[in-house]
């Protein structure tokens, strides 16, 4: 995600931003800024592209300034280009702003200044909050006080740093639900999205918590709420090293990603669910909604993890939104002269957005007359360019090859476009569908309660370690999810997986079942149960190893499996994104425990350019 460093003190603050900024590119960005204050007024570079080109800038028109804020962005509001980098200034050029997370109420802040006569220069939703506190900047003279009234005004999430050269000798920061952090040295202040990058400068710091205003001058520092109260934080002492605080404090990025989950799902369907109408909008698709509502039939298209997404996207569309769908492997249908009409809607889900073999296939639906609609989580990518229309899932970078959070934002993208459909369409109640609309939004808890404790799996991933072969069993919605969870188990422990649609391992598989086998079942209480109750039988009969992942209530599983991983309830759509946690987590430690380079499986690359 985004990256944010800012200085003040008695140094030159260049090469302080450069080296912040360097440490948080693991992280992932697309464009680096910064913005001083100098000789009464802010001065600005930034430019797509890397820190290194930042720092050639520099180099080229240097600062001579010991106050600036620096920025990573990782686009989320308008294509990765210069204009769209961080910082941003309002429009008088006094204040400049960096700014992690996303301001959702941003188009109705813009409309109402725009009606007041200011322009704005970028499509950015950070513009519209430099813009408001400017604003109030006018009004109230005071920087601080602006920043808090306009962040009363703000819906969505945000870490940010203000300066101004009317208030020269002030940096302001302010975060909630984006990370930020102080550090605090004699006679220097620093603020960071992410320790590392200050935690060469210095190892006090303060983590600021949601609605915190810290203003931080060359003498000291002092926070307050967002109603102008003022808190007392205690001063910490970093202890760890630098690659573990980037991996925050996991011992891997996969890890941290699968951690990151509760967050990324809400950031996924973030300012998306209408509630009141029980509905969902989606703002990159408003142009070809006429096609999509009407679309004959859906084809997705995609590789990897972004198939088995696709695959839950039919079976939720198929049933909610009534329209035929197809799930193809990237790979093939670039090939084998599919047939495409001109009121099918194509759908390409990629993470990266790169690879090649799913833009092939975008490629070929578009030649063959089709929309194409992206579901994408890298902004500006070659796949969100070229799709006539397309839904970000907002996931942040993933590092780990392996991916985890981008499979179930996906899914999150996918109940959303259902739910859309389905209501156009008229197959789902506006009662159905504010049901969906709270259970989605209750995901996120759930998946916390997942991840709360995690002792169970490890326990379990210990005594599997050492298995040559695992079968995943599911059916329904389930079935997808148990091939992701081969999937996972396959490309970083090397253990040979195989993922079945649980009643077609009669046709096969069941010959390989025995007191050796681990079985994992996918088996919440939904409409097909007693279906896949039978199918354990089936297995245990062959004295297979039965591990089950269930409802906490689930007292029939719970007697018959020899383990089980319980998870709360959801509707059926909607389980897959419970669901594939404890997968995720069981191949994790299982990978862990044989000594596998988790984050770098061998011979996986994270983005696959090539065919
Ligand atoms: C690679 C990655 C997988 C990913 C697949 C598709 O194989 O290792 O994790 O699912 O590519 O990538 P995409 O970026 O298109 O979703």
Redesign the pocket.
């Known amino acids: 995600m985004c990256g944010i460093v800012g200085y003040i003190g008695f140094r030159e603050v260049t090469p302080i931003v450069i080296d912040g900024l360097k440490r948080l590119e693991y992280r992932g960005y697309d464009s680096a800024g910064m913005a001083v204050l100098t000789n009464s007024s802010v001065k600005i570079l930034k430019r797509a592209g890397k820190v290194a080109d930042l720092e050639t800038l520099t180099e080229m028109h240097p600062f001579v300034s010991t106050i600036g804020i620096g920025h990573t962005r990782w686009a989320t509001h308008g294509v990765p280009n210069d204009v769209n980098a961080h910082p941003h200034v309002d429009q008088t050029g006094s204040i400049a702003l960096v700014h992690n997370g996303i301001i959702e109420n941003h188009g109705a802040i813009r409309q109402r200044l725009e009606r007041d006569g200011i322009t704005f220069h970028t499509d950015t939703d950070t513009e519209a909050l430099v813009q408001l506190i400017s604003a109030f900047f006018d009004i109230t003279n005071n920087l601080e006080q602006a920043v808090r009234l306009a962040l009363q005004e703000v819906d969505g999430t945000f870490g940010i740093v203000v300066i101004s050269n009317r208030e020269p000798d002030k940096l302001i920061a302010a975060r909630r639900g984006s990370p930020l952090v102080l550090g605090i040295n004699d006679g220097e202040y620093f603020v960071a999205s992410d320790a590392s990058a200050i935690v060469g400068h210095t190892r006090q710091v303060i983590f600021l918590e949601d609605d915190d205003v810290a203003t931080l001058t060359r003498d000291g520092y002092e926070v307050k709420t967002l109603g102008d109260e003022v808190v007392e934080h205690e001063i910490e002492e970093i202890t760890y090293d630098i690659e573990q605080i980037e991996k925050g404090g996991f011992e891997h990025f996969m890890l941290k990603e699968i951690h990151e989950q509760a967050q990324t799902i809400m950031d996924s369907m973030r300012g998306r669910l209408i509630l009141e109408k029980g509905t969902a909008k989606l703002g990159g698709l408003r142009e070809v909604m006429p096609v999509l509502n009407n679309a004959r039939r859906i084809i997705i298209t995609?590789?990897?993890?972004?198939w088995h997404a696709g695959l839950v996207g039919e079976y939720m569309l198929e049933h909610y939104a009534r329209i035929p769908v197809e799930v193809e492997y990237a790979s093939e249908f670039r090939y084998r002269d599919p047939i495409i009409h001109e009121d099918d809607v194509v759908i390409v889900?990629?993470?990266?957005g790169?690879?090649a073999d799913?833009l092939a296939a975008l490629r070929e639906a578009k030649k063959r007359g089709a929309t194409v609609i992206g579901i994408c989580n890298v902004v500006g990518s070659t796949i969100a360019r070229e799709t006539h229309a397309g839904v970000y899932i907002h996931a942040g970078p993933e590092i780990g090859?392996?991916?985890t959070k981008a499979f179930t934002s996906q899914l999150v993208a996918l109940s959303l476009l259902t739910l859309m459909l389905g209501r156009n369409r008229g197959f789902i109640s506006i009662d159905e569908g504010k049901q969906f609309a709270e259970e989605l939004l209750a995901i996120p808890d759930k998946v916390s309660e997942i991840l709360k404790d995690t002792s169970a799996v490890q326990e379990l991933a210990s005594k599997y370690a050492g298995a040559n072969n695992a079968l995943y069993l599911g059916r329904g919605y389930n079935f997808p999810a148990a091939l992701e969870g081969a999937l996972k188990l396959k490309e970083i422990s090397y253990i040979h997986a195989e993922g079945y649609p649980a009643a077609e391992m009669k046709h096969g598989p069941i010959a390989l079942i025995d007191e050796n086998m681990p079985v994992v079942f996918i088996a919440p209480q939904d409409r097909i149960h007693e279906k896949v109750i039978s199918n354990i039988q089936e297995v245990k009969a062959r004295k297979g190893q039965v591990i089950a992942i269930v409802n906490h209530e689930d007292d029939v599983i719970s007697q018959m499996a020899g383990h089980i991983l319980c998870i709360p309830r959801t509707l059926d759509f909607l389980s897959p994104l419970l669901t594939s946690i404890p997968l995720q987590l069981l191949a994790y430690y299982i990978a862990v425990h044989r000594g596998c380079n988790v984050d770098q499986p061998r011979n996986?690359?994270?983005?696959?350019t090539v065919e």
Not at 349 to 352: G, K, L
């Open positions: 995609a590789c990897g993890t972004s889900i990629s993470q990266s790169e690879t799913t090859v392996a991916s996986l690359a994270k983005s696959v």
